[in-house]
């Protein structure tokens, strides 16, 4: 590993759309992290040479190379970023793992269980700090939100709804429609963000009883993933989850939302309106009077990057903030928000929610490496 406090960072299957996001956030996580360690994106893999080499001159990486293994012999390398498709994701990250890397992956973690479990063995077993892609909990809104539910500001949580919809599954989506490809249908790909803001907002889920949908749209569409569904969930808490979320929902685009009921008051938050949180408090004789207050995040709050909330925020600055977390994590030796094992937690219920969905039942998540 190296001894300065630049860290090499070399990204899997850069040329994609998250190759896209990761590259343009690891440049901006070198000007956002307060710490003294700074990533340097020194190499993009790819399977075709001559895309990677047009990757990294498009995004600025210092090297180009087909041969992921090779990258990650490399004593110079200390992070490894692995945006492959998910069927891909456990040779990478164990192979790294073993070799003492800072492992940053994303989500889903992998979609067949013995993948997950082969992750799971490797970080507990590692040196290296990991990280999973849950990028929208890293908004500054959503962490305002957080705060609110953890400090008692609303009661004991009584129901929760999320819901992320989008129409992309009316567009070519590549590997993403085959599960031989690596697809895991939008319960996994959309439906494990919003499992991951249930989790950081309400908490733990014990069971789920889930419908899946897949909607052809012409004889040759032959995707044999799921592109929506809805199911409901019991938290670890008693409280009662409905989640919904489809990638066939035409005008819809990353429409993710959530709103969270209390004992005494409640949450709102839309993702199309990302610097506002909408809060309702109990009047002070226990009256349900009022409505919810729009509520902008102030300046200087974690996660807000410049000194007026007015300026707003995109895609980027949650992507970012998970980075500089995942920096953090490695300079402090404390786990990011989000690890492996967090991602693992996730993809758990997932599972669940594909059996229930299967065999119309309720399911409990089956943890892995327990």
């Known amino acids: 590993m190296a001894d300065s406090k630049e860290l090499k960072v070399a990204i899997i299957g850069g040329a994609g759309f998250m190759g896209s996001a990761h590259s343009k956030s690891w440049a901006l996580a070198a000007l956002q992290t307060p710490t003294d360690v700074k990533p340097v994106k020194a190499v993009v893999v790819e399977r075709d040479l001559d895309l990677a080499l047009a990757t990294a001159e498009k995004f600025g990486w210092a090297e180009a190379a087909d041969d992921w293994k090779a990258i990650v012999d490399r004593d110079d390398i200390d992070i490894i970023d692995v945006v492959t498709p998910p069927h891909m994701h456990a040779d990478i990250v164990c192979y790294a793992l073993e070799r003492g ?14 993948d997950v479990e082969r992750i799971v063995t490797a970080a507990r077993a590692a040196s290296g700090v990991t990280a999973i892609g849950f990028n929208y909990r890293h908004n500054a809104s959503i962490q305002y939100a957080a705060h609110l539910v953890a400090s008692g500001a609303i009661g004991d949580v009584i129901q929760a709804r999320f819901e992320y919809h989008q129409d992309d599954a009316f567009s070519d989506m590549g590997w993403r429609r085959y599960k031989a490809k690596g697809g895991s249908g ?100 226990g009256r349900s009077q009022g409505g919810f207050v729009a ?22 600055e949650p992507s970012t903030n998970l980075m500089v977390d995942f920096l953090g994590a490695i300079e402090g030796g404390d786990r990011p928000q989000g690890d492996l094992e967090h991602g693992a937690r996730i993809q758990s219920v997932v599972d669940a929610v594909w059996k229930s969905a299967e065999t119309r039942t309720w399911v409990a998540p089956e943890p892995f490496g327990a």
Do not use: M
């Open 186 to 285: 939008a319960s996994s790909d959309i439906g494990s963000h919003i499992l991951d803001l249930a989790h950081y907002l309400v908490g733990g889920i014990a069971e789920v009883n889930a419908s899946l949908t897949t909607v052809t749209l012409s004889d040759d569409d032959d995707s044999d993933v799921d592109d929506g569904g809805a199911f409901l969930a019991h938290f670890d808490t008693g409280a009662l989850g409905i989640f919904s979320f489809s990638q066939k929902s035409h005008g819809n685009f990353a429409h993710i939302r959530f709103e969270i009921d209390g004992t005494e008051g409640g949450i709102g938050f839309d993702w199309n309106q990302r610097d506002v949180v909408r809060v309702f408090r109990k009047a002070a004789d």
């Open 101 to 114: 890397k800072h492992v940053f992956c994303e989500k889903p973690i992998a979609n067949a269980r013995e």
């Open 295 to 316: 509520t902008p995040v102030a300046a200087g709050a974690p996660g807000v990057w410049f000194g007026s909330s007015s300026l707003g925020s995109g895609y980027l």
